[in-house]
Protein backbone atom coordinates (compact mmCIF):
# COMPACT_ATOMS: atom_id res chain seq x y z
CA UNK A 1 0.00 0.00 0.00
CA UNK A 2 1.02 3.49 -1.12
CA UNK A 3 1.55 6.61 1.14
CA UNK A 4 -1.57 9.22 0.76
CA UNK A 5 -0.49 12.58 0.39
CA UNK A 6 -1.04 15.00 3.95
CA UNK A 7 -2.63 11.46 5.41
CA UNK A 8 -0.53 11.08 8.38
CA UNK A 9 0.11 14.93 9.07
CA UNK A 10 -1.49 15.77 12.34
CA UNK A 11 -3.67 19.26 11.61
CA UNK A 12 -3.54 19.96 15.90
CA UNK A 13 -1.21 21.68 17.44
CA UNK A 14 -0.26 19.36 20.29
CA UNK A 15 3.72 20.02 20.46
CA UNK A 16 3.01 22.77 22.87
CA UNK A 17 1.09 20.52 25.37
CA UNK A 18 4.01 19.11 26.07
CA UNK A 19 5.35 22.28 27.88
CA UNK A 20 2.85 21.55 30.64
CA UNK A 21 3.97 17.99 30.48
CA UNK A 22 3.77 16.66 33.83
CA UNK A 23 5.64 13.30 34.36
CA UNK A 24 5.45 11.46 37.76
CA UNK A 25 8.64 12.65 39.84
CA UNK A 26 10.11 9.77 41.05
CA UNK A 27 -13.43 -13.64 28.13
CA UNK A 28 -10.82 -16.17 28.56
CA UNK A 29 -12.18 -18.53 30.96
CA UNK A 30 -10.01 -20.09 34.04
CA UNK A 31 -12.07 -23.53 34.42
CA UNK A 32 -9.58 -26.23 34.87
CA UNK A 33 -10.27 -29.02 32.31
CA UNK A 34 -9.00 -32.21 34.43
CA UNK A 35 -9.33 -35.38 32.70
CA UNK A 36 -9.48 -38.66 35.23
CA UNK A 37 -8.93 -41.48 34.38
CA UNK A 38 -9.75 -44.69 36.66
CA UNK A 39 -7.10 -47.00 38.18
CA UNK A 40 -8.59 -50.05 36.71
CA UNK A 41 -8.27 -48.57 33.44
CA UNK A 42 -4.67 -47.26 33.36
CA UNK A 43 -1.57 -47.86 35.69
CA UNK A 44 0.04 -44.68 36.30
CA UNK A 45 3.47 -46.56 36.16
CA UNK A 46 2.86 -46.99 32.18
CA UNK A 47 2.26 -43.16 31.53
CA UNK A 48 4.12 -41.87 28.92
CA UNK A 49 5.64 -38.56 29.00
CA UNK A 50 4.35 -37.85 25.44
CA UNK A 51 0.94 -38.81 26.04
CA UNK A 52 0.60 -37.00 29.85
CA UNK A 53 2.44 -33.60 27.49
CA UNK A 54 -0.50 -33.96 24.88
CA UNK A 55 -3.14 -34.20 27.73
CA UNK A 56 -1.35 -31.36 29.69
CA UNK A 57 -1.45 -28.96 26.70
CA UNK A 58 -5.29 -29.61 25.88
CA UNK A 59 -5.91 -28.93 29.56
CA UNK A 60 -4.15 -25.61 29.23
CA UNK A 61 -5.71 -24.60 26.46
CA UNK A 62 -9.00 -24.81 27.84
CA UNK A 63 -7.70 -23.12 31.38
CA UNK A 64 -6.84 -19.93 28.56
CA UNK A 65 -2.92 -20.05 28.86
CA UNK A 66 -0.88 -18.55 26.17
CA UNK A 67 0.24 -19.72 23.14
CA UNK A 68 3.55 -19.21 24.48
CA UNK A 69 3.56 -20.51 27.51
CA UNK A 70 2.00 -23.81 25.98
CA UNK A 71 4.82 -24.21 23.63
CA UNK A 72 7.54 -23.54 26.10
CA UNK A 73 6.18 -26.68 27.99
CA UNK A 74 6.44 -28.78 25.31
CA UNK A 75 10.08 -27.57 24.26
CA UNK A 76 11.69 -28.26 27.43
CA UNK A 77 9.57 -30.97 28.25
CA UNK A 78 10.36 -33.25 24.93
CA UNK A 79 14.35 -31.89 25.31
CA UNK A 80 14.15 -33.11 28.81
CA UNK A 81 13.18 -36.44 27.65
CA UNK A 82 15.78 -36.79 24.38
CA UNK A 83 18.53 -36.06 26.78
CA UNK A 84 17.28 -38.35 29.58
CA UNK A 85 15.98 -40.92 27.49
CA UNK A 86 13.42 -41.29 30.48
CA UNK A 87 9.82 -42.89 28.75
CA UNK A 88 7.33 -42.85 31.67
CA UNK A 89 6.64 -40.24 33.64
CA UNK A 90 6.69 -42.01 37.22
CA UNK A 91 10.51 -43.11 36.14
CA UNK A 92 11.38 -39.64 36.39
CA UNK A 93 14.40 -38.91 39.16
CA UNK A 94 15.94 -35.97 40.66
CA UNK A 95 18.74 -37.84 39.33
CA UNK A 96 17.30 -37.41 35.61
CA UNK A 97 17.26 -33.46 36.55
CA UNK A 98 20.34 -33.22 37.45
CA UNK A 99 21.22 -35.05 34.10
CA UNK A 100 18.99 -32.90 31.93
CA UNK A 101 20.78 -29.23 33.54
CA UNK A 102 24.30 -30.52 33.33
CA UNK A 103 24.11 -31.01 29.53
CA UNK A 104 22.79 -27.41 29.00
CA UNK A 105 25.96 -24.97 27.74
CA UNK A 106 23.51 -21.81 28.79
CA UNK A 107 23.56 -19.06 31.30
CA UNK A 108 22.13 -20.10 35.13
CA UNK A 109 19.73 -17.66 34.43
CA UNK A 110 18.68 -19.46 31.41
CA UNK A 111 18.75 -23.37 33.31
CA UNK A 112 16.48 -21.57 36.06
CA UNK A 113 14.07 -20.68 33.47
CA UNK A 114 14.08 -24.14 31.79
CA UNK A 115 13.90 -25.52 35.29
CA UNK A 116 11.11 -23.48 36.40
CA UNK A 117 9.25 -24.81 33.19
CA UNK A 118 9.78 -28.32 33.94
CA UNK A 119 8.78 -28.29 37.42
CA UNK A 120 5.06 -26.77 36.36
CA UNK A 121 5.10 -29.71 33.93
CA UNK A 122 5.56 -31.69 36.81
CA UNK A 123 3.08 -30.42 39.16
CA UNK A 124 0.61 -30.77 36.71
CA UNK A 125 1.33 -34.11 36.34
CA UNK A 126 0.91 -34.50 40.59
CA UNK A 127 -1.85 -32.68 40.36
CA UNK A 128 -3.67 -35.47 37.92
CA UNK A 129 -2.15 -37.83 40.00
CA UNK A 130 0.53 -39.37 37.61
CA UNK A 131 3.50 -38.84 40.28
CA UNK A 132 2.92 -39.15 44.20
CA UNK A 133 5.74 -37.12 45.84
CA UNK A 134 6.95 -33.41 44.96
CA UNK A 135 10.86 -34.68 44.45
CA UNK A 136 11.80 -31.15 42.40
CA UNK A 137 10.76 -29.15 45.20
CA UNK A 138 14.65 -28.80 46.45
CA UNK A 139 15.76 -28.90 43.37
CA UNK A 140 16.69 -25.30 42.33
CA UNK A 141 19.55 -23.26 40.41
CA UNK A 142 21.31 -20.09 42.25
CA UNK A 143 21.51 -16.93 40.05
CA UNK A 144 22.43 -13.64 40.79
CA UNK A 145 19.66 -11.28 40.17
CA UNK A 146 20.55 -7.86 38.45
CA UNK A 147 18.48 -4.83 39.27
CA UNK A 148 16.37 -4.18 36.19
CA UNK A 149 16.16 -0.16 35.98
CA UNK A 150 12.91 1.91 34.99
CA UNK A 151 11.79 4.31 32.91
CA UNK A 152 12.81 8.19 34.84
CA UNK A 153 11.18 11.26 33.96
CA UNK A 154 14.16 12.66 32.64
CA UNK A 155 13.71 9.46 29.91
CA UNK A 156 10.52 10.38 28.73
CA UNK A 157 11.09 14.13 28.75
CA UNK A 158 13.95 13.95 26.65
CA UNK A 159 12.13 11.35 23.89
CA UNK A 160 9.53 13.57 23.92
CA UNK A 161 10.94 16.35 23.30
CA UNK A 162 12.84 14.73 19.84
CA UNK A 163 9.53 13.08 18.66
CA UNK A 164 7.50 15.19 15.90
CA UNK A 165 3.81 15.17 17.15
CA UNK A 166 2.55 16.48 14.37
CA UNK A 167 3.72 13.36 12.22
CA UNK A 168 0.87 10.50 13.11
CA UNK A 169 3.26 7.74 14.02
CA UNK A 170 5.48 9.64 16.63
CA UNK A 171 2.51 10.83 17.75
CA UNK A 172 0.94 7.56 18.63
CA UNK A 173 4.77 6.41 19.84
CA UNK A 174 4.30 9.58 22.21
CA UNK A 175 0.86 9.05 23.81
CA UNK A 176 1.60 4.82 23.50
CA UNK A 177 4.95 6.10 25.89
CA UNK A 178 2.93 8.13 28.12
CA UNK A 179 0.42 5.75 28.68
CA UNK A 180 2.61 3.03 29.86
CA UNK A 181 4.47 5.21 31.83
CA UNK A 182 1.62 7.13 33.57
CA UNK A 183 -0.63 3.86 33.96
CA UNK A 184 1.91 0.80 34.00
CA UNK A 185 -0.14 -0.68 31.93
CA UNK A 186 1.58 -4.34 29.69
CA UNK A 187 2.72 -3.67 25.66
CA UNK A 188 -0.33 -6.71 25.36
CA UNK A 189 -2.88 -4.76 26.82
CA UNK A 190 -1.80 -1.54 25.50
CA UNK A 191 -2.23 -3.02 21.61
CA UNK A 192 -5.68 -4.51 22.48
CA UNK A 193 -6.83 -0.75 23.92
CA UNK A 194 -10.08 0.78 22.44
CA UNK A 195 -11.86 3.77 22.61
CA UNK A 196 -15.04 2.17 24.65
CA UNK A 197 -11.77 1.69 27.28
CA UNK A 198 -11.40 4.79 27.54
CA UNK A 199 -13.67 7.23 30.20
CA UNK A 200 -12.88 10.99 29.23
CA UNK A 201 -15.11 12.09 31.90
CA UNK A 202 -13.25 10.53 34.79
CA UNK A 203 -10.13 10.28 33.38
CA UNK A 204 -10.04 6.73 33.54
CA UNK A 205 -8.98 3.40 31.92
CA UNK A 206 -11.44 0.98 32.26
CA UNK A 207 -9.52 -2.00 31.51
CA UNK A 208 -11.82 -5.57 30.89
CA UNK A 209 -10.16 -8.63 32.28
CA UNK A 210 -10.05 -10.33 28.69
CA UNK A 211 -7.19 -7.71 27.95
CA UNK A 212 -5.39 -8.33 31.06
CA UNK A 213 -2.58 -10.91 31.48
CA UNK A 214 -4.56 -11.43 34.69
CA UNK A 215 -7.93 -11.54 33.34
CA UNK A 216 -9.20 -8.95 36.16
CA UNK A 217 -10.54 -5.97 35.26
CA UNK A 218 -9.11 -2.83 36.78
CA UNK A 219 -9.59 1.19 36.23
CA UNK A 220 -6.22 3.24 35.92
CA UNK A 221 -6.15 6.91 36.43
CA UNK A 222 -4.77 9.69 33.84
CA UNK A 223 -4.36 13.08 34.04
CA UNK A 224 -5.13 16.09 31.85
CA UNK A 225 -2.35 15.79 29.58
CA UNK A 226 -2.58 12.06 28.95
CA UNK A 227 -6.16 13.20 28.17
CA UNK A 228 -5.94 16.06 25.94
CA UNK A 229 -3.15 13.56 23.50
CA UNK A 230 -5.67 10.56 23.58
CA UNK A 231 -8.30 12.89 22.27
CA UNK A 232 -5.56 14.06 19.49
CA UNK A 233 -4.67 10.37 18.66
CA UNK A 234 -8.30 9.06 18.23
CA UNK A 235 -9.25 12.23 16.08
CA UNK A 236 -6.33 10.93 13.70
CA UNK A 237 -6.89 7.51 14.02
CA UNK A 238 -10.51 8.57 12.24
CA UNK A 239 -9.01 10.15 9.78
CA UNK A 240 -6.51 7.06 9.44
CA UNK A 241 -9.08 4.50 9.25
CA UNK A 242 -11.45 6.56 6.67
CA UNK A 243 -8.53 6.70 4.01
CA UNK A 244 -7.68 3.05 4.07
CA UNK A 245 -11.52 2.08 4.70
CA UNK A 246 -10.61 -0.27 7.57
CA UNK A 247 -13.48 -0.52 10.36
CA UNK A 248 -12.02 -0.54 14.14
CA UNK A 249 -11.94 1.36 17.25
CA UNK A 250 -8.56 0.51 18.40
CA UNK A 251 -6.53 3.53 19.93
CA UNK A 252 -2.64 2.37 18.58
CA UNK A 253 -3.10 1.61 14.91
CA UNK A 254 -0.80 1.18 11.76
CA UNK A 255 0.05 4.07 9.61
CA UNK A 256 -2.69 1.45 7.55
CA UNK A 257 -5.21 1.77 10.21
CA UNK A 258 -4.47 -1.75 11.40
CA UNK A 259 -3.47 -3.49 14.62
CA UNK A 260 0.33 -2.54 15.47
CA UNK A 261 0.75 -6.34 16.62
CA UNK A 262 0.24 -9.45 14.37
CA UNK A 263 1.89 -11.89 17.41
CA UNK A 264 3.66 -11.95 20.39
CA UNK A 265 6.31 -10.89 18.76
CA UNK A 266 5.54 -8.94 16.44
CA UNK A 267 4.43 -5.07 17.36
CA UNK A 268 5.09 -1.74 15.58
CA UNK A 269 5.23 0.20 18.85
CA UNK A 270 7.74 -2.28 20.89
CA UNK A 271 10.41 -1.72 17.51
CA UNK A 272 9.88 1.71 17.46
CA UNK A 273 10.83 2.32 20.80
CA UNK A 274 13.75 -0.26 20.29
CA UNK A 275 14.74 2.05 17.62
CA UNK A 276 14.14 5.37 19.68
CA UNK A 277 16.48 3.81 22.05
CA UNK A 278 19.37 3.20 20.30
CA UNK A 279 19.08 6.25 18.32
CA UNK A 280 18.83 8.42 21.15
CA UNK A 281 20.79 7.10 23.84
CA UNK A 282 17.54 6.07 26.17
CA UNK A 283 18.45 2.29 27.32
CA UNK A 284 15.30 2.38 29.69
CA UNK A 285 13.00 3.19 26.61
CA UNK A 286 11.39 -0.12 26.66
CA UNK A 287 7.83 -1.17 27.63
CA UNK A 288 9.02 -3.12 30.94
CA UNK A 289 11.14 -0.34 31.76
CA UNK A 290 7.96 2.06 31.48
CA UNK A 291 5.92 -0.37 33.66
CA UNK A 292 8.82 -0.53 36.31
CA UNK A 293 9.02 3.55 36.46
CA UNK A 294 5.19 3.79 36.53
CA UNK A 295 5.75 1.69 39.91
CA UNK A 296 8.93 2.94 41.41
CA UNK A 297 6.92 6.70 40.67
CA UNK A 298 4.04 6.28 42.76
CA UNK A 299 6.45 4.33 45.83
CA UNK A 300 8.49 7.82 45.53
CA UNK A 301 5.12 8.90 46.14
CA UNK A 302 4.17 7.21 49.83
CA UNK A 303 1.73 4.19 47.64
CA UNK A 304 2.43 1.40 49.58
CA UNK A 305 3.02 -1.93 47.64
CA UNK A 306 -0.38 -4.03 47.93
CA UNK A 307 -1.79 -0.98 46.16
CA UNK A 308 1.54 -0.98 43.14
CA UNK A 309 0.80 -4.49 42.86
CA UNK A 310 -2.76 -4.51 42.37
CA UNK A 311 -2.38 -1.64 40.00
CA UNK A 312 0.36 -3.78 38.22
CA UNK A 313 -1.80 -6.77 37.76
CA UNK A 314 0.57 -9.09 39.85
CA UNK A 315 -0.91 -11.92 41.34
CA UNK A 316 2.49 -12.28 43.46
CA UNK A 317 3.19 -9.03 45.66
CA UNK A 318 6.89 -10.87 45.61
CA UNK A 319 7.18 -9.82 41.75
CA UNK A 320 6.23 -6.45 42.91
CA UNK A 321 8.84 -5.86 45.18
CA UNK A 322 11.53 -6.61 42.52
CA UNK A 323 9.90 -4.19 40.40
CA UNK A 324 10.77 -1.48 43.57
CA UNK A 325 14.20 -2.43 44.29
CA UNK A 326 13.03 -4.04 47.58
CA UNK A 327 14.53 -6.90 49.59
CA UNK A 328 12.78 -8.81 51.87
CA UNK A 329 14.57 -6.74 54.92
CA UNK A 330 13.53 -3.61 53.23
CA UNK A 331 9.88 -5.16 52.99
CA UNK A 332 10.07 -6.35 57.16
CA UNK A 333 11.14 -2.80 58.05
CA UNK A 334 8.17 -0.91 56.25
CA UNK A 335 5.80 -3.01 57.65
CA UNK A 336 7.04 -2.67 61.27
CA UNK A 337 5.90 1.29 61.04
CA UNK A 338 2.26 -0.02 61.04
CA UNK A 339 3.11 -2.33 63.78
CA UNK A 340 4.56 0.30 66.23
CA UNK A 341 1.37 1.95 67.82
CA UNK A 342 0.57 -1.99 68.96
CA UNK A 343 3.77 -2.26 70.13
CA UNK A 344 3.43 0.39 72.36
CA UNK A 345 0.28 -1.19 74.04
Request: proline fraction near 1%.
Amino acid sequence: MTKRKGLFDVEVDVNGLLDELTVPSSNASKAKAKKKTKQHEVNNDSMLISDVLDIITRQMKVSGNRSRTISDYVLHVEHFQRITRVKNVADITAEDIYKWLDSMNVSNQTKLTRLKCLKAFLSRCFDNGWIQIKFWKTINIRVDQKVKEGATERDVKVLLSLLDLSNFIQLRDAVAVLVMYKTGIRINTLTQLEEQHIDFKNNVLNLEGSIMKNHQQIKLPFDDLLKQLLGVLIKQNSVIRRGYGKRNSLVFITKYGDCVSTSPTHNNIQKRLNKYSKMYGLKNINPHALRRGFAKSLLDKGANVAVISKALGHSDISVTTKYLYLDVDEVANNLRTYLGSNDNE
